[in-house]
């Protein structure tokens, strides 16, 4: 079994930061690309940013420059810098990460999500 646990989210002003994490535990043998995700009231689930073992990363465009992915492959730990945060960036922000467990089998799997709320 595999989780993925994220931790971080509230309620922030505009202008203001917030810091997520998601750790991936359980049966890992590799963790390949891994992601955030975000999904606001009646809107579809979005890519907010993604970055691959190598440590190359995509961001979408409404959060370059005020966001930042990292991560920790030793401790399959990863982060989400968000700065300058705007109203519109308020969801639920969804961990993503590409997994090859201890059986060798590739799946994608999903935390269960942290809410970000930015007032104005």
């Known amino acids: 079994q595999v989780q993925l646990v994220e931790s971080g989210g509230g309620l922030v002003q505009a202008g203001g930061s917030l810091r997520l994490s998601c750790a991936a535990s359980?049966?890992?043998?590799?963790?390949?690309?891994m992601g955030w995700y975000r999904q606001a009231p009646g809107k579809q689930r979005e890519l907010v940013v993604v970055?691959?073992?190598?440590?190359?990363?995509n961001y979408a465009d409404s959060v370059k420059g005020r966001f930042t992915i990292s991560r920790d492959t030793a401790k399959n730990t990863m982060y989400l810098q968000m700065n300058s945060l705007k109203p519109e960036d308020t969801a639920v922000y969804y961990c993503?990460?590409?997994?090859?467990?201890?059986?060798?089998?590739?799946?994608?799997?999903w935390g269960q999500g942290t809410q970000v709320t930015v007032s104005s």
């Open positions: 970055i691959t073992f190598r440590g190359s990363t």
């Open positions: 993503n990460a590409k997994i090859v467990t201890t059986t060798l089998i590739l799946s994608d799997y």
């Open positions: 359980g049966s890992i043998f590799s963790i390949n690309t």
